[in-house]
């Protein structure tokens, strides 16, 4: 959802994503409240808690709605809530979470590094025939993904 310019999960959702209590989720936050900056999590107002979750001229039914405003977490404030957390399912989520980006950082840099020795190579042979440059032409080609092909509408 998209809260003040952002885009956020709500705590209540998050509990159940992490299979904790919304309550201990929030526990385990203002413990850790320094992990949270603003760019990670922000309370919501009041007016923004009637606008989003609230009916104006409804009641409250026990047991369905909270007294405290809930928190809006970003991107980066779900990833710190994963390490803050301790059930199996927020332990299994931060260690994924790390295997992913340990991956990512992998790939990274072994396609930076055969950029950067494919332009050496390049610039080297220069000097030589076209048929080297073809030659890089074609790699760089097969470097790029493929663009996928547009579906036709209509009759054939």
């Given at each position: 959802?998209?809260i003040r310019g952002r885009k956020?999960m709500?705590?209540?959702?998050l509990?159940?994503?992490y299979?904790?209590?919304?309550?201990?989720?929030?526990r385990?936050v203002?413990r850790?409240?320094?992990?949270?900056?603003?760019?990670?999590?922000f309370?919501?107002?009041?007016?923004?808690?009637?606008?989003?979750?609230?009916c104006?001229?409804?009641t409250?039914?026990r047991g369905?709605h909270?007294?405290?405003l809930?928190?809006?977490?970003t991107?980066?404030g779900?990833?710190?809530?994963?390490s803050?957390?301790?059930s199996?399912?927020?332990i299994?989520?931060?260690?994924q979470?790390m295997?992913?980006?340990?991956k990512?950082?992998?790939?990274?840099?072994?396609?930076?590094?055969?950029?950067?020795?494919l332009?050496?190579?390049?610039?080297?042979?220069?000097?030589?025939?076209?048929?080297?440059?073809?030659?890089?032409?074609a790699?760089?080609?097969?470097?790029?993904p493929?663009?996928?092909?547009?579906?036709?509408?209509?009759?054939?």
């Amino acid at each position: 959802m998209l809260i003040r310019g952002r885009k956020v999960m709500l705590d209540s959702d998050l509990a159940v994503l992490y299979g904790v209590e919304t309550k201990q989720l929030t526990r385990q936050v203002r413990r850790n409240i320094d992990r949270f900056p603003d760019d990670f999590m922000f309370q919501l107002t009041r007016e923004e808690y009637n606008e989003l979750l609230r009916c104006q001229i409804g009641t409250l039914k026990r047991g369905q709605h909270s007294k405290y405003l809930p928190y809006a977490f970003t991107e980066h404030g779900i990833l710190m809530l994963s390490s803050v957390l301790n059930s199996k399912k927020a332990i299994q989520v931060n260690i994924q979470i790390m295997r992913t980006f340990v991956k990512l950082r992998q790939i990274l840099s072994t396609n930076k590094e055969l950029v950067h020795k494919l332009s050496q190579l390049e610039r080297e042979t220069e000097k030589h025939d076209a048929e080297i440059q073809a030659i890089f032409k074609a790699i760089r080609q097969i470097m790029t993904p493929p663009e996928k092909p547009k579906k036709r509408i209509g009759y054939r």
